[in-house]
């Protein structure tokens, strides 16, 4: 009967350890970034969840002509006066020179509190002046004070009054810069990428382009900012701050994107499919059309999606076009000033109130949730024509 070899057993008891470890320590790095991922979002979301919700004191408002030039008079009941944000005060001139016929009327309404009463009665500071908490005790004694749904914060632009400051405004700007994203590079990428994989020659001049587009998607991205700071606006004499100057701009940074994964695309067609089509007569533009195009539709989907979703997270470029401004007013068209939300985010950072710290972050989970749905509906996409084809 043979002997057992017993240094062969030793080196594979070691194989087999070794391969042990290497599975724990790929699922101790898997365990590591699901940890700094829970812990991210556990930090934004409980950061930003207050402020979908804000404080609402109730009064009634007494337009009288006194209340012209001391609106905060207009406050009834008087002790309530300190719990009545500015947003609300100022406007009741305004809103007397625009409707003389509510002169001598009342009205009782629920109205936003100062953000500093807001932030207290969330625990975020740690008290108020004499007057404001006698008024907030007044307030609670009469229930004349509560929590409601905070509908400025999706409903009204940047304010440097945090109480009703909100992101509508750098939405709709972020709404048009990726509708200029996906109108300019979405063509002009994929049409790119069908010639150089399809129909451009194999030569010098094509693997010159081939390399400066891979180059170019690894490009910071400030540096597309330079450049559409030059040629847009210095050059074409675009409306600074306006989506048009930004969405073309991110397009320059997306175009090798979208490039790189049509092409990608492109290529995992199989031949025999081109061969097919060649064999029975049709032309190359014939075969890329009614075959090659409908078999890497979702490939090119998927990284349109991606590219558009990494478009959105940009501020760096935009900050040198000036998209990064103080835009109270949503834009009405492309040409008007606009701002975006990670640049709005940008400028919410920097605002010393302690209000502006939880709008933040709530601006931080919708663009995350944005995000989030960007990735979810090119999965879908790409599963939906999968199916199909």
């Not at 606006?233 to 600074?240: D, Q, S, V």
């Not at 994964?261 to 025999?272: C, F, G, I, M």
Request: glycine residues 6%.
């Amino acid at each position: 009967m043979p002997l057992k070899d017993s240094s062969n057993d030793a080196r594979l008891q070691r194989r087999y350890r070794a391969e042990k470890r290497f599975r724990l320590y790929c699922g101790g790095a898997l365990l590591t970034a699901i940890a700094f991922l829970v812990f991210f979002f556990a930090d934004i979301i409980s950061r930003g969840y207050t402020a979908f919700y804000t404080t609402e004191v109730k009064i009634t408002l007494h337009y009288t002509q006194e209340a012209k030039l001391r609106p905060w008079l207009a406050v009834q009941p008087e002790p309530m006066q300190p719990l009545v944000s500015r947003a609300v005060t100022r406007i009741i001139p305004r809103m007397l020179e625009k409707n003389p016929r509510i002169l001598g009327t009342s009205e009782t309404r629920w109205v936003v509190a100062p953000a500093e009463v807001d932030q207290y009665r969330k625990g975020n500071i740690p008290g108020l002046d004499r007057t404001t908490m006698a008024a907030l005790e007044y307030a609670k004694a009469h229930d004349r004070i509560q929590f409601a749904f905070n509908t400025y914060f999706f409903t009204r632009g940047d304010s440097k009054l945090p109480a009703v400051a909100g992101i509508w405004a750098a939405a709709v700007g972020s709404f048009y810069l990726l509708l200029l994203v996906f109108v300019f590079s979405f063509p002009v990428g994929v049409m790119t990428a069908v010639y150089l994989e399809e129909f451009a020659p194999d030569n010098r001049f094509t693997q010159a382009i081939e390399v400066n587009i891979n180059n170019l998607a690894a490009v910071p991205s400030i540096i597309f900012g330079l450049l559409g700071l030059a040629v847009f606006i210095n050059f074409f004499g675009a409306p600074r701050s306006s989506a048009l100057v930004g969405g073309l701009t991110i397009g320059l940074m997306t175009l090798p994107v979208i490039i790189i994964s049509t092409r990608a695309a492109l290529r995992a067609v199989p031949d025999p499919i081109r061969l097919g089509a060649f064999a029975i007569g049709a032309s190359r533009w014939q075969v890329v059309r009614d075959h090659v195009l409908p078999m890497s539709l979702p490939g090119i989907l998927t990284g349109t999606i991606i590219g558009l979703a990494q478009a959105m997270g940009e501020t760096a470029p935009l900050i040198l076009v000036g998209m990064i401004a103080y835009i109270p007013q949503a834009p009405s068209g492309i040409l008007d000033a606009a701002t975006v939300l990670p640049a709005q985010i940008f400028t919410w950072f920097a605002m010393p109130e302690q209000a502006y710290v939880e709008r933040t972050a709530a601006a931080i989970i919708v663009l995350l949730a944005l995000l989030l749905a960007m990735n979810a509906a090119a999965v879908w996409l790409r599963r939906r024509f999968e199916r199909r084809s």
